[in-house]
């Protein structure tokens, strides 16, 4: 995505072997948004708990270094993490390991997480964040490394499109519609994992929502408000990013007039 140009180069902070300098960088622009989504993943979440009698299998889009999982499976804050992390001299692994053992664990939700970055992925693997890290670009068709994970029912992705489009979405339903057509799961049909995910306002959703028309998904943009994202991190990413918006027709006066970016939620949920 074109737009992806306008945004600050985060790569050097995602392939760290320690969160760091990522939680670091992040709280300097305020990049909470993970505690906005932690709630409405969790809401779908409790909703299939009601219809599937173990564990439910989310696998996390775009997981740097097992965020979401701190939040949802440990039941951890953004602002907990950057606490234990950013306060002092650097943990070691061992005492980030002790760290996360110690926190209430929701046995309720197992994670895979999918990430381009392999040191973030150790990272989440050694703590226990995941089941298991699979370390693809999400954009390159070779998924056949998803067609040894169980059953997936829930698809999350927070911050991560616009890194990855529409492509990344027809890869993944594509291995999925080829791996759950077919199965049976306790005498009943596999039924397609549901997607929730933020997408910021300034990126275009018209290829992936034709995408997931589809494979005969029905995508949905939540009617809750915009969620603040994070600061901009100078003034010409900010006026590049409202320009685009403005070129959309969108309106930036409640939001990103204010020196932030903001995230709309999107639902896909199969439509049979
Ligand atoms: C803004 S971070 C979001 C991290 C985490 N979800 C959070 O909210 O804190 C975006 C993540 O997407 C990953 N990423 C970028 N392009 C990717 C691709 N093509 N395939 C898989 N992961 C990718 C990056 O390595 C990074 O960890």
Same mark, same amino acid.
């Given at each position: +995505? =074109?737009?992806?140009?306008?945004?600050?180069?985060?790569? %050097?902070?995602? @392939?760290? #072997?320690?969160?760091? $300098?990522?939680?670091?960088?992040?709280?300097?622009?305020e990049y909470f948004?993970?505690?906005?989504?932690?709630?409405?993943?969790?809401?779908?979440?409790?909703?299939?708990?009601?219809?599937?009698?173990?564990?439910?299998?989310?696998? #996390?889009?775009?997981?740097?270094?097992? !965020?979401?999982?701190?939040?949802?499976?440990?039941?951890?804050?953004?602002? *907990?993490?950057?606490?234990?992390?950013?306060?002092?001299?650097?943990?070691?692994?061992? *005492?980030?390991?002790?760290?996360?053992?110690?926190?209430?664990?929701?046995?309720? +939700?197992?994670?895979?997480?999918? %990430?381009?970055?392999?040191?973030?992925?150790?990272?989440?693997?050694?703590?226990?964040?995941?089941?298991? /890290?699979?370390?693809?670009?999400?954009?390159?068709?070779?998924?056949?490394?998803? *067609? $040894?994970?169980?059953?997936?029912?829930?698809?999350?992705?927070? /911050?991560?499109?616009?890194?990855? /489009?529409?492509?990344?979405?027809?890869?993944?339903?594509?291995? @999925?519609?080829?791996?759950?057509?077919?199965? &049976?799961? =306790?005498?009943?049909?596999?039924?397609?994992?549901?997607?929730?995910?933020?997408?910021?306002?300034?990126?275009?959703?018209? #290829? &992936?929502?034709?995408?997931?028309?589809?494979?005969?998904?029905?995508?949905?943009?939540?009617? !809750?408000?915009?969620?603040?994202?994070?600061?901009?991190?100078?003034s010409k990413e900010?006026?590049?990013?409202?320009?685009?918006?403005?070129? +959309?027709?969108?309106?930036?006066?409640?939001? *990103? #007039?204010?020196?932030?970016?903001?995230?709309?939620?999107?639902?896909?949920?199969?439509?049979?």
């Open positions: +995505m =074109n737009e992806l140009k306008v945004k600050k180069d985060f790569t %050097d902070i995602y @392939i760290q #072997d320690s969160p760091c $300098s990522y939680l670091k960088e992040m709280d300097r622009l948004i993970s505690d906005s989504t932690k709630p409405l993943y969790n809401s779908i979440i409790q909703q299939l708990e009601e219809t599937v009698s173990r564990p439910i299998n989310v696998l #996390d889009l775009g997981s740097s270094y097992g !965020i979401n999982s701190s939040l949802m499976k440990y039941n951890l804050t953004m602002s *907990e993490l950057n606490d234990f992390f950013l306060n002092g001299t650097e943990p070691t692994k061992k *005492e980030a390991k002790q760290f996360y053992e110690e926190c209430t664990i929701n046995d309720n +939700m197992n994670f895979y997480q999918i %990430d381009i970055s392999e040191e973030a992925l150790k990272f989440s693997e050694e703590m226990n964040l995941c089941e298991r /890290g699979i370390n693809i670009d999400l954009e390159t068709e070779k998924l056949n490394l998803l *067609e $040894s994970l169980p059953k997936i029912d829930v698809v999350i992705a927070t /911050g991560c499109v616009g890194y990855i /489009g529409h492509q990344a979405f027809s890869n993944l339903l594509k291995v @999925i519609k080829n791996r759950q057509s077919n199965s &049976i799961e =306790n005498g009943k049909e596999y039924v397609a994992p549901i997607f929730a995910f933020s997408v910021l306002r300034m990126f275009d959703m018209k #290829d &992936i929502k034709e995408v997931f028309e589809m494979f005969d998904y029905s995508v949905v943009k939540s009617d !809750i408000k915009p969620i603040r994202q994070r600061s901009f991190s100078d900010k006026a590049q990013t409202v320009s685009i918006l403005h070129d +959309m027709g969108i309106n930036t006066k409640k939001y *990103e #007039d204010d020196g932030n970016f903001y995230a709309d939620f999107y639902i896909a949920k199969p439509k049979n």
